[in-house]
């Protein structure tokens, strides 16, 4: 049974102080995510309750209560503190989804140092690029993912300590250590970090059109946004079974695979697996997952096995559905009620947002293709992207934005804070998104205003693939660009230009995609790769990808006028 | 068929498995649901196969379930050579 309000009376009331009553906070006192999610919950009388079921794709299980969650947290961070890592430090979590990923999240949050969770894909350049700029002193790792380490830790001069949490019979090199967190002895008197609500407390790295990757910095108090979003989006009640996708090396992960959840004493069920529908549904079914948070790229390939293989499950216990990465096609809400019945309610919100802010509240009529209409306590417009004030009216294509004021929006991007300004114009957080709204206040996506690929929910920019493209010895010059694409929403494309002595070839197209997908990550290998003789570019020489772009999605080109031969 | 197997097996190892030379896999290995090979990933096997076989594998074969192991794979690889 729902307890969530309706929309109507949830914008009517909304007052984000009457969200930090609820989580028992007052201003200037302290807050601390990793304590709000274990220790908080069981002072509520919910520590035997079950915190985490995980399943590995071998088929182990393991069950882990909020008072065990609890202790092996304290023990995590104190055996840190023991290692000599302090608050303030970055401490990257580089694993794929095992327990220790989550309650290293966790512990790293207790004990007042900053949690740098990066996706276990990544190649050694995207991974090195993300450790340099943040500097970070500790990277949390597994055997599997150690050697990426290796090649790059001797040009990261901040780096101290590299944590392997599986290195039983593994021998260890330079700064790596060993944890075996099952076999510490549980720490006793663990007193956690005294965190306000602006301490430093995850930092996510997103993309851009131009330059590397950005740190977007978020503290603690964004817990107060992701508490009350997950409480009433995902309309999480207290006997569900919840289950999201993301990964934690993904803000989605993080916001809404471990703070939000747990923040509100909720079950969470992960599968450390791949893609396989007829395993997703097995989980579904055995663990009688009621919530599930998915991504359209997911949802897509659900939907190529067919409503049928999803009907031969014992799916009954799905109660609400949401998803998230990029927006959900309307085909996809439809087909939901046919395989499920009952729709996907799509969410949007960004890695800088912190949270979901504009959303399909439950309750509310769901339109097929629309990402629904601002959550409550956050103000949010299509400007015009000229003059970055609200288009009035409804229809008209602008760029979202949204009001600054609420918990999660990030601080700064770590070490660049003129980045950081940028985003705002005219008093607005603009997203870089464009859309429109109908006259019943629902957004529609339009497509993006800028060069960021969006392939599968995540953000890919063009300069670090361009840069990696650069490295390889046959690339004379490239140009990375957005390809539409019916299971990912788009991938990347490249446009390569070859040195003299190099030939366009299949075994050359190859070479280079795994050139790509091992030095960043899969998702930025390009999926296509046109050889040209030259790229187009302005007189001033810069590489225009518009141009590019638009050819790919048969749009209109555009002003011509700057380029170097019309 | 099992000269592709072994081919195909090799050729994972070698592309897709360098940093991880504790996994020991065969041809019966999941491969997708195992995180070996990521669904993006795949693009650059299926490439593989069709430049090493000179075949076309078209895109509603090339699903998570017929890569899931290299003998799902090696059959499609047999079924499109024979077609």
Not at chain 1, 12 to 33: A, C, P
Not at chain 1, 333 to 350: L, N, R, Y
Request: some cysteine; charged content about 25%; overall charge negative.
């Amino acid at each position: 049974m729902s307890t969530t309000p309706r929309y109507e009376d949830a914008i009517r009331d909304f007052d984000w102080v009457q969200v930090e009553k609820e989580l028992g906070y007052t201003q200037g006192g302290d807050i601390n995510i990793g304590w709000y999610c274990t220790d908080r919950i069981c002072e509520q009388g919910l520590a035997d309750k079950p915190a985490l079921i995980w399943e590995g794709f071998k088929g182990d299980k393991r069950t882990y209560s909020f008072d065990e969650m609890r202790i092996l947290t304290d023990t995590f961070a104190a055996w840190l503190q023991d290692l000599g890592v302090g608050p303030g430090e970055r401490v990257c979590l580089f694993m794929d989804r095992l327990p220790e990923l989550y309650f290293g999240v966790l512990a790293v949050l207790k004990m007042g140092a900053i949690a740098q969770p990066l996706f276990s894909a990544f190649g050694e350049d995207s991974l090195w690029t993300r450790l340099d700029n943040a500097g970070t002193s500790v990277v949390i790792t597994q055997r599997k993912h150690v050697k990426k380490v290796r090649r790059i830790v001797d040009r990261l001069p901040a780096l101290k300590r590299v944590v392997v949490v599986d290195a039983e019979g593994f021998p260890l090199k330079g700064p790596e250590v060993a944890l075996a967190l099952d076999d510490l002895p549980p720490a006793g008197n663990f007193k956690v970090h005294p965190t306000t609500a602006e301490s430093p407390s995850i930092l996510h790295y997103t993309s851009g059109t131009t330059g590397q990757p950005k740190g977007a910095q978020h503290v603690h108090y964004s817990l107060v946004s992701q508490y009350i979003t997950a409480k009433w989006v995902l309309d999480l009640q207290p006997e569900d079974i919840y289950w999201c996708n993301a990964d934690p090396g993904w803000v989605t992960g993080t916001s809404y695979g471990i703070i939000g959840p747990w923040a509100n004493g909720i079950t969470q069920a992960v599968l450390d697996s791949g893609f396989n529908a007829e395993k997703w549904y097995d989980f579904i079914a055995r663990n009688r997952v009621s919530v599930w948070y998915s991504a359209p790229t997911a949802i897509r390939l659900l939907m190529k096995e067919g409503a049928e293989l999803a009907r031969q499950h014992d799916l009954d216990c799905l109660r609400h559905l949401c998803s998230v990465g990029e927006p959900l096609n309307a085909e996809a809400v439809i087909w939901s009620e046919e395989a499920f019945g009952k729709p996907f309610h799509d969410t949007f919100w960004q890695t800088e947002t912190g949270c979901m802010v504009i959303t399909n509240f439950p309750g509310m009529k769901v339109k097929p293709g629309s990402m629904g209409r601002p959550f409550p306590g956050i103000t949010a417009a299509v400007l015009d992207p000229v003059e970055f004030t609200p288009l009035e009216g409804p229809g008209k294509v602008g760029v979202i934005a949204l009001k600054p004021g609420w918990p999660s929006l990030i601080r700064t991007y770590w070490n660049n804070e003129q980045g950081y300004r940028g985003k705002f114009k005219n008093g607005w957080f603009v997203c870089g998104d464009q859309a429109t709204v109908d006259a019943d206040g629902y957004f529609w996506f339009v497509g993006r205003d800028d060069d960021v690929i969006n392939t599968g929910g995540h953000l890919v920019g063009p300069f670090e693939i361009e840069s990696a493209l650069l490295e390889h010895p046959a690339v004379a010059e490239s140009a990375a660009v957005a390809k539409p694409d019916p299971v990912n929403m788009e991938v990347v494309k490249a446009f390569v230009a070859l040195k003299p002595g190099f030939e366009p070839s299949a075994d050359l197209d190859l070479e280079i995609m795994n050139f790509i997908r091992k030095k960043l990550s899969p998702l930025a290998m390009p999926q296509e790769i046109e050889f040209v003789e030259e790229l187009p570019k302005t007189r001033s020489g810069k590489i225009i990808r518009r141009v590019l772009r638009a050819r790919e999605f048969g749009e209109p080109l555009g002003d011509l006028s700057t380029l170097m031969s019309d | 068929m099992e000269d592709y197997k072994q081919t195909i097996l090799d050729y994972v190892i070698k592309e897709y498995l360098e940093d991880d030379e504790d996994e020991e896999i065969t041809f019966d290995t999941e491969l997708i649901s195992g995180g070996i090979v990521d669904s993006f990933s795949m693009v650059s096997l299926k490439r593989f196969l069709e430049n090493k076989y000179e075949i076309q594998i078209p895109d509603a074969d090339a699903s998570p379930e017929a890569f899931d192991t290299v003998n799902s794979i090696a059959a499609l690889v047999d079924r499109i050579k024979q077609a």
